[in-house]
C-alpha cells in the first residue's frame, strides 16, 4: 500500500514543480508577464492580465488593420478537438486578412489558417510555446502547411504562409504589444 502513495506523491511535487517552471518561464518572456510565484501570483495574474483570443484579436487588429475576425471556436465547431484539454487553447479565433488572394489559398475553408490566421490563448506560456514548437515540427518538412507562429506569454498568432515575410512581419510586431 506504501508504494502507491509514494508514487502519488512523487507525481504531485513532479506537477508542482512543473507548473512552477511554467510560471518561470511566463516571467521571462515580458516584463508585463512577470510573476512572483506560481501559487501567490497566478490568481491575480490571471485576473488581472490574461487575455482571451478575442480580447488578443482586437489588440492586434489596431496594429494590423488588413485582419478581420471570421470565426470564434467554441467546443462544437473546433476541427482540433482541442478546445479546453489539458495543456490545451482555453479560447481561439479565426481571422482573414485582405491581402491575402483567396484563389491562392489550398485550404480556403472558413477558418483556415491559411485565408489569414488564428489566436489561440493557453494557460501557461510554456502551454502556448509547446504547441507553437509542435505546429512547427509538424510542419517543417511540408511546404504546403508550412505557417508563421509567433508566441506572446500565453498567446500564440498562427499566420498564414501566403503572406510574405514583410507583411507577416506586422503580426510579430503586433503579438510583442501583448505581452
Given at each position: ?7 502519488a506523491?512523487?507525481?504531485?511535487v513532479?506537477?508542482?514543480a512543473v507548473?512552477?517552471?511554467?510560471s518561470?518561464?511566463?516571467?521571462t ?8 510565484g ?9 485576473a488581472?492580465?490574461q487575455l ?14 488588413s ?8 467546443e ?8 479546453g ?13 485582405s ?9 480556403a475553408?472558413?477558418?483556415s ?7 489561440e490563448v ?8 509547446a504547441r ?8 517543417k518538412?511540408l ?20 503572406l ?5 512581419a506586422d503580426y510579430?510586431?503586433a ?5
Open positions: 500500500m506504501r508504494k502507491p502513495a509514494l508514487s506523491a512523487a507525481l504531485v513532479v506537477l508542482l507548473t512552477a517552471c511554467g518561470g518561464d511566463a516571467g518572456s515580458s516584463q508585463a508577464e512577470s510573476t512572483t506560481p501559487t501567490a501570483a497566478a490568481p491575480t495574474r490571471s488581472s492580465r482571451t483570443a478575442d480580447e488578443a484579436f482586437q489588440a492586434l487588429s489596431g496594429q494590423v488593420a485582419a478581420e475576425l471570421s470565426g470564434v471556436v467554441t462544437d465547431n473546433d476541427p482540433n478537438h482541442l478546445l484539454r489539458p495543456h490545451q487553447y482555453t479560447s481561439k479565433v479565426t481571422f482573414t486578412d491581402r491575402i488572394d483567396v484563389d491562392d489559398v489550398v485550404d475553408e472558413a477558418g489558417v491559411g485565408l489569414g490566421g488564428a489566436i493557453f494557460a501557461t506560456a510554456a502551454d502556448s510555446r507553437a514548437d509542435y505546429i512547427q515540427s509538424v510542419t518538412g511546404p504546403a502547411l508550412a505557417e508563421y507562429d509567433f508566441v506572446s506569454g500565453t498567446v500564440l498568432i498562427r499566420v498564414s504562409r501566403y510574405p515575410p514583410t507583411q507577416a510579430k510586431a503579438a510583442a504589444t501583448l505581452g
